[in-house]
T-cell receptor, first 114, second 110 residues
Framework: DTGVSQDPRHKITKRGQNVTFRCDPI?????LYWYRQTLGQGPEFLTY????????KSRLLSDRFSAERPKGSFSTLEIQRTEQGDSAMYLC????????????FGNGTRLTVT | KNQVEQSPQSLIILEGKNCTLQ??????????LRWYKQDTGRGPVSLTIMTFSENTKSNGRYTATLDADTKQSSLHITASQLSDSASYICVVLVTDKLIFGTGTRLQVFP
């Protein structure tokens, strides 16, 4: 499978714990995006990378959230001191980075904070 | 107010019937408009991308239209199948930023 893969698919954690998600984009894609999606809503932009450079972060991304993309390949999204409001689907997408290129999404990591 | 609005919020149709989903946007400057299909528990999958100069584009039984003057787009599904049950999300690219609608939830019943 050469699509975008995300791991884990599901994560249940207790409030206050730290969690880390991984995304492996399509190999030739230089752009990588993280989105958050809650039930009945469209994806909300969190951050994106052009190769290894993090070019933009949403105001939604509080200081408890951090993302990295070392060497411009896979990416990780870490949430520290999780809160119940962090419960959502976290989607990763990659693209070739030109305006006409579609985003290719992974199937997401479903986070539940109890 | 959402800058990309979709209607209806949800829709139920019988298998084999046609349906049309609407998307109105207020954002500018417009670069392109995309429709995505999202199955429950999965990531969105691209259906079409249309630029300012395109007013219709098809992908199998899916046909998207765009009126850049009125800032409206529609997605028409022909001869619906049970597998069309999903959320359909309209997305507008503004400069370098994607603005997502909240989607239309379509259910196709036998």
């Amino acid at each position: 499978d050469t699509g975008v893969s995300q791991d884990p698919r599901h994560k249940i954690t207790k409030r206050g714990q730290n969690v880390t998600f991984r995304c492996d984009p399509i190999s030739e894609h230089n752009r990588l995006y993280w989105y958050r999606q809650t039930l009945g809503q469209g994806p909300e932009f969190l951050t994106y990378f052009q190769n290894e450079a993090q070019l933009e972060k949403s105001r939604l991304l509080s200081d408890r959230f951090s993302a990295e993309r070392p060497k411009g390949s896979f990416s990780t999204l870490e949430i520290q001191r999780t809160e119940q409001g962090d419960s959502a689907m976290y989607l990763c997408a990659s693209s070739l980075g030109v305006s006409g290129s579609p985003l290719h999404f992974g199937n997401g990591t479903r986070l539940t904070v109890t | 107010k959402n800058q990309v609005e979709q209607s209806p919020q949800s829709l139920i149709i019988l298998e084999g019937k046609n349906c049309t989903l609407q998307c109105n946007y207020t954002v500018s400057p417009f670069s392109n408009l995309r429709w995505y299909k999202q199955d429950t528990g999965r990531g969105p999958v691209s259906l079409t991308i249309m630029t300012f100069s395109e007013n219709t584009k098809s992908n199998g039984r899916y046909t998207a239209t765009l009126d850049a003057d009125t800032k409206q787009s529609s997605l028409h599904i022909t001869a619906s199948q049970l597998s069309d049950s999903a959320s359909y999300i309209c997305v507008v690219l503004v400069t370098d930023k994607l603005i997502f609608g909240t989607g239309t939830r379509l259910q196709v019943f036998p």
